[in-house]
C-alpha cells in the first residue's frame, strides 16, 4: 500500500515537472513568435518610412522646381505686359488729338474687352477644373472610407492570431478576396497575380 502511494506520489511529480517544462517551452514559442512580429512590424515600418520620405522629398523638390518656373514665367510675362502698357502709354501721350487719338482710344476699348474676355473664360474654365477637383476629392474621400473599412476587418482578423495558422490563411485569402473585389485596380492586381487564392 505504501509502496503504491509513493508511485502515486512519483507519478503526480513527474507530470507536474514535464507540464511544467512543456508549459515554459509553449511559453517561450509564443515569446519568441511575438518578439518575431515586432521585428517583422518595426522593419516594416522603418520601410514604409524611409520610402514614404523618399517619395516625399521626390515630389516636394519636383514642386519646388515647378515653383521656381511659374514665379519666372509670370516674372517675364509681367514684364511684357508692362512693357506692352508703356508703350500704349506713350503713343497715346505722343498723338495728336483729333480723329487719330479718337481711332486710338477706340482700339484700346476693343483691347480691354477682349481682354476681359479672355479672362472671363479664364475663370470659366479655373470653375471648372475646381467642380472637376471636388468630385475628385469626394471620389477619394469615398475610396479613404473603404480602406478604412478593410483595415479594421483586417485588424480584427489579426487580433485573432492566436488561432490555428490554417484558420488565419483562410482569413487573409478572404481578405485578399475582398480587397480584390471591391478595387478595380487590385482586382486587375489579383487577376495577374501567379499566387491562387482559394
Known sequence: MYLAKVRLVSAAFLQRIFRGMLGRKAAHNERQR???????HEASVKIQSTWKMKIAREEYRVLRVHLLASVEIQRV????????KA???RKWES???????????LDLINESKIAFERQQEEIDALHRAQERTEARVSHI?????ESEQELSILEREVSGA???????????????????KTSTTLSKICRSSPTSVS
Do not use: W
Request: aromatic content about 4%; proline content about 4%; hydrophobic content about 25%.
Open 141 to 145: 474621400h469615398a475610396e479613404l472610407k
Open 162 to 180: 492566436s488561432q490555428p495558422l490554417s484558420h488565419s490563411n483562410q482569413s487573409t485569402n478572404n481578405y485578399i478576396i475582398r480587397s480584390c
Open 95 to 105: 498723338t495728336e488729338p483729333g480723329a487719330d487719338r479718337l481711332k486710338l482710344g
Open 77 to 84: 510675362f509681367r514684364g511684357r505686359l508692362g512693357k506692352k
Open 34 to 40: 511575438l518578439e518575431d512580429m515586432r521585428r517583422r
Open 87 to 89: 508703350a500704349r502709354v
